[in-house]
């Protein structure tokens, strides 16, 4: 069966002031995709994720989240259906203690009582948090944590992450990023902003490349991640290991990771 579109951006323009922030964007993201939007700073990344989730209304366009327009419903509609991370964590957080943050964004989507303490329960249990604790004595990464975990709590069909392991240890990032694979799988479509091009590539399955506010690309992964002529013009670089490759040349072509790389001396060393 075909996938359902979920996410749709018709000729979407919007400015903050007098000029044009993002300039006709047009997207179709698909359900169960996961998508990586990349680009240098000031691209639009940020504007294009709010316009997303209704933060931000179009000045032109239109922007549809299952179906419905975002510039017709309210936000707390759309909050059920698509679920944003911020840039900055602490932009997100506004409750005294964990449990408190948590059942927070669930009372305002309407979930009643008995079903709020559930899931309150049961994402303290998975995360490994402590109820009681205040979310502003919590390391960064763990308030980064918490506020993936008041979005998984409401089970959104779209995830929106804006940078999701911007100030995360390397293990911190690691924990981040397979939660949010394993809630791909299980269909979650995810849309994530992130500079990181190796973590691009070993999650993303598309990627959309911004510059300047508009579009200039949008693909599979590793077609994007080899166009180093299109990188550039993005203002981006490659992947470290897929930079190597290509200077290594031919011998060494579709070589994205570490795993691949020695496989590939590997293979080349048994033909000699
Ligand atoms: N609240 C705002 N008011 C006015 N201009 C803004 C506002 N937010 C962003 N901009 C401008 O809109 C453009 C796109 O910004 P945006 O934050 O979407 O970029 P970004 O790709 O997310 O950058 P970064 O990688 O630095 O997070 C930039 O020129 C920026 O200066
Ligand atoms: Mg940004």
């Given at each position: 069966?075909?996938?359902?579109?979920?996410?749709?951006?018709?000729?979407?323009?919007f400015?903050?002031?007098?000029?044009?922030?993002v300039?006709?964007?047009?997207?179709?993201?698909?359900?169960?995709?996961?998508?990586?939007v990349i680009?240098?700073?000031?691209?639009?990344?940020?504007?294009?994720?709010?316009?997303?989730?209704?933060?931000?209304?179009?000045?032109?366009?239109?922007v549809?989240?299952?179906?419905?327009?975002t510039k017709?419903?309210?936000?707390?509609?759309?909050?059920?259906?698509?679920?944003?991370?911020?840039?900055?964590?602490?932009?997100?957080?506004?409750?005294?203690?964990?449990?408190?943050?948590i059942?927070?964004?669930?009372?305002?989507?309407?979930?009643p009582?008995?079903?709020?303490?559930?899931?309150?329960?049961n994402?303290?249990?998975?995360?490994?948090?402590?109820?009681d604790?205040e979310?502003f004595?919590?390391?960064?990464?763990?308030?980064?944590?918490?506020?993936?975990?008041?979005?998984?709590?409401?089970?959104?069909?779209?995830?929106?992450?804006?940078?999701?392991?911007?100030?995360?240890d390397?293990?911190?990032?690691?924990?981040?990023?397979?939660?949010?694979?394993?809630?791909?799988?299980?269909?979650?479509?995810v849309?994530?902003?992130?500079?990181?091009?190796?973590?691009?590539?070993?999650?993303?399955?598309?990627?959309?490349v911004?510059?300047?506010?508009?579009?200039?690309?949008?693909?599979?992964?590793?077609?994007i991640l080899c166009?180093?002529?299109?990188?550039?013009?993005?203002?981006?670089?490659?992947?470290?290991i897929?930079?190597?490759?290509?200077?290594?040349?031919?011998?060494?072509?579709?070589v994205?990771?570490?795993?691949?790389?020695?496989?590939?001396?590997?293979?080349?060393?048994g033909k000699?």
């Amino acid at each position: 069966m075909p996938k359902e579109t979920v996410l749709e951006f018709q000729n979407v323009s919007f400015s903050y002031n007098e000029t044009a922030n993002v300039k006709d964007l047009n997207v179709k993201i698909k359900e169960g995709d996961f998508v990586a939007v990349i680009g240098s700073n000031g691209a639009g990344k940020s504007t294009f994720s709010k316009l997303c989730n209704g933060l931000l209304k179009p000045t032109s366009g239109d922007v549809l989240v299952t179906g419905l327009n975002t510039k017709k419903e309210k936000v707390s509609n759309l909050a059920e259906r698509i679920g944003f991370l911020f840039q900055n964590p602490d932009r997100q957080i506004c409750c005294q203690t964990v449990a408190e943050e948590i059942a927070f964004s669930l009372k305002n989507n309407g979930i009643p009582e008995d079903e709020i303490k559930l899931r309150v329960e049961n994402t303290i249990k998975e995360f490994g948090f402590k109820a009681d604790v205040e979310p502003f004595n919590m390391s960064r990464g763990q308030r980064q944590r918490l506020c993936l975990a008041c979005l998984i709590a409401l089970n959104p069909k779209i995830l929106i992450l804006d940078e999701p392991t911007t100030g995360l240890d390397y293990k911190e990032c690691m924990e981040m990023m397979n939660r949010i694979k394993e809630l791909n799988k299980s269909g979650t479509t995810v849309i994530m902003v992130c500079h990181d091009m190796e973590i691009v590539l070993d999650f993303a399955r598309q990627v959309i490349v911004m510059n300047r506010g508009e579009i200039l690309a949008s693909g599979r992964t590793r077609e994007i991640l080899c166009d180093n002529e299109l990188l550039s013009k993005a203002r981006l670089l490659q992947p470290q290991i897929a930079a190597t490759c290509t200077l290594l040349g031919s011998d060494y072509k579709d070589v994205f990771t570490v795993d691949e790389m020695i496989a590939r001396i590997k293979e080349l060393k048994g033909k000699k």
